[in-house]
C-alpha cells in the first residue's frame, strides 16, 4: 500500500512538472512573438525565420487544454481500474493520441509555412502587419 501511494505521489509531481514546462514554453514563445512584432526590426527578423507559431496564443490554449484532457484520462485510469481489455487499449490509444496532439500544438516537428494570416471575409488580418506580403497590384 506504501508503494502504491509512493508512486501515485511521483506520478503526480511528473504531472505538475510537465503541466509547468509546457505553460513556460508556451508562455515564452507567446511573448517572443509578440515582442518580435511591436519592435521596429520584426520585418527583417521575421523575413529571415523558417516558421513562426501560426497563432501563439492558440498553442498555450491547445498545448493546455490538450494536457488537462490527458491528466484526465490518466488519473482515471489510475483510480479506476478497467479490468475489460479492449477498453483498456482504447484508453491507451487516447493517451497516445492526446500526447500526439500536444506535440503537435506546441509546434515540435511543424512544417514549413507562410506568414501567420487570418482571413476575415475578404480582408486578411496579419500577425505582425510588417510581415504582410507585397500587394503584386503596383
Known amino acids: 500500500m506504501k508503494t502504491e501511494r509512493n508512486l501515485i ?7 505538475a512538472l510537465n503541466f509547468s514546462i509546457l505553460a ?3 508562455l515564452i514563445c507567446m511573448t517572443t512573438t509578440f515582442r518580435i512584432c511591436e519592435s521596429l526590426g520584426a520585418n527583417i527578423f521575421l523575413n ?7 497563432y501563439p496564443w492558440r ?4 498545448s493546455l487544454s490538450l494536457y488537462a484532457l490527458l491528466c484526465g484520462v490518466s488519473f482515471f485510469k489510475n483510480f479506476h481500474p478497467i479490468e475489460f481489455f479492449p477498453l483498456r487499449v482504447v484508453i491507451c490509444l487516447v493517451e497516445i493520441v492526446l500526447c500526439a496532439g500536444i506535440i503537435v500544438s506546441v509546434n515540435f516537428y511543424s512544417l514549413e509555412r507562410e506568414p501567420p494570416a487570418m ?3 475578404k480582408k486578411e488580418f496579419y500577425l505582425c502587419p510588417e510581415n504582410k506580403p507585397p500587394d503584386d497590384r503596383a
Open 9 to 15: 505521489n511521483i506520478a503526480s509531481v511528473m504531472f
Open 59 to 62: 498553442m498555450l490554449i491547445q
Open 24 to 26: 513556460f514554453y508556451s
Open 48 to 54: 529571415s525565420v523558417r516558421q513562426i507559431p501560426q
Open 119 to 121: 482571413q476575415v471575409g
